[in-house]
């Protein structure tokens, strides 16, 4: 049984949706990650400790809530951006 390719013109617009998803992800994370630089800086000010697991946790479980069927995805994209977001808060 041989699986045909999708035309060239099918295959483009799916990477080009692809493509613009990843442009909203950019700036999305570039946003929370200013906010994250921010919320370290008041943090050391008031001398409160970076991680907050019950925080990151519920981040988390938030995320999943409304993941659909990528939730183990979406968990594992999320505890990235938790380690990433610790990172630029120190």
Same mark, same amino acid.
């Given at each position: 049984?041989?699986?045909?390719?999708?035309?060239?013109?099918?295959?483009?617009?799916?990477?080009?949706?692809?493509?613009?998803?990843? @442009?909203? +992800?950019?700036?999305?994370? $570039? /946003? !929370?990650?200013?906010? &994250?630089? *921010?919320?370290?800086?008041?943090?050391?000010? @008031?001398? +409160?400790?970076?991680?907050? $697991? /019950? !925080?990151?946790?519920? &981040?988390? *479980?938030?995320?999943?809530?409304?993941?659909?069927?990528?939730?183990?995805?979406?968990?594992?994209?999320?505890?990235?951006?938790?380690?990433?977001?610790?990172?630029?808060?120190?």
């Amino acid at each position: 049984m041989s699986t045909k390719l999708p035309e060239n013109k099918l295959l483009n617009n799916i990477r080009y949706e692809i493509d613009m998803t990843d @442009n909203l +992800i950019t700036e999305l994370l $570039k /946003k !929370r990650f200013d906010s &994250v630089k *921010k919320l370290g800086k008041l943090k050391r000010q @008031n001398g +409160i400790k970076i991680t907050d $697991k /019950k !925080r990151e946790k519920d &981040v988390i *479980k938030n995320a999943i809530k409304n993941a659909g069927s990528y939730k183990k995805e979406i968990e594992e994209v999320f505890k990235k951006v938790i380690t990433l977001s610790r990172r630029i808060q120190r």
